[in-house]
């Protein structure tokens, strides 16, 4: 199963995946909840969410459950997470936390869905992302000196070094916090996404 390795910057798909760890959902409520909790990242609604649906039940990562129909409404299909799923959400969770990003989309949504993880993992992800912050910005910083250029001619690397370093700063920080507990989450998810307005929850 190499070739699913080709999704793990697929954030629709990891946005179903990770809606799907707290509990069976069908595809209209998962857009319902993206759009409510203004997951920004995900574009192309609904059609991508549908599609994304197709590929993981074709990659057995979910599965069908049932086929409910609320009042007059068309019948909607109710997918749950296979342990298959749940390792891959896990995997590609792990893989954005981890890698810097020109596109910061991916570890946006990563740190959107950071509860899934636990906490020590999580913890271990960042402790690996800062190490490559903290050699991207040394980098940048030889590269800056070595060149010998007016500074005119080297104002991308110092943007560039300004974005790592402050997110570099940021990832610290989030490091510091779940190091002394002041950032914490409950192992099981669901009883944290009670929490969001509009609902994580499954309501039947």
Wanted: proline share 5%.
């Amino acid at each position: 199963m190499a070739g699913k390795r080709r999704g793990v910057t697929d954030l629709t798909g990891l946005t179903v995946l990770a809606l799907l760890h707290t509990g069976p959902r069908h595809p209209y409520e998962m857009h319902r909840i993206v759009l409510e909790t203004h997951k920004d990242f995900v574009t192309g609604l609904p059609r991508s969410l549908y599609h994304a649906v197709t590929r993981l039940e074709r990659d057995e990562f979910i599965e069908s459950v049932e086929t409910v129909r609320e009042g007059g409404r068309p019948e909607r299909t109710v997918y749950r997470l296979t342990a298959e799923g749940r390792a891959e959400l896990t995997s590609r969770l792990r893989y954005l936390l981890q890698r810097p990003d020109t596109d910061p989309r991916p570890f946006v949504a990563a740190m959107s869905f950071i509860g899934c993880l636990p906490i020590g993992e999580t913890r271990f992800c960042l402790g690996h992302r800062a190490a490559a912050l903290e050699s991207e910005v040394a980098s940048l910083d030889i590269s800056s000196t070595s060149l010998g250029l007016p500074r005119v001619l080297l104002l991308e690397n110092e943007y560039l070094r300004a974005l790592r370093a402050a997110e570099l700063e940021w990832v610290r920080t989030l490091i510091a916090d779940l190091d002394s507990g002041a950032l914490s989450w409950p192992d099981d998810m669901t009883e944290l996404s009670k929490n969001i307005p509009g609902g994580m929850t499954r309501s039947d």
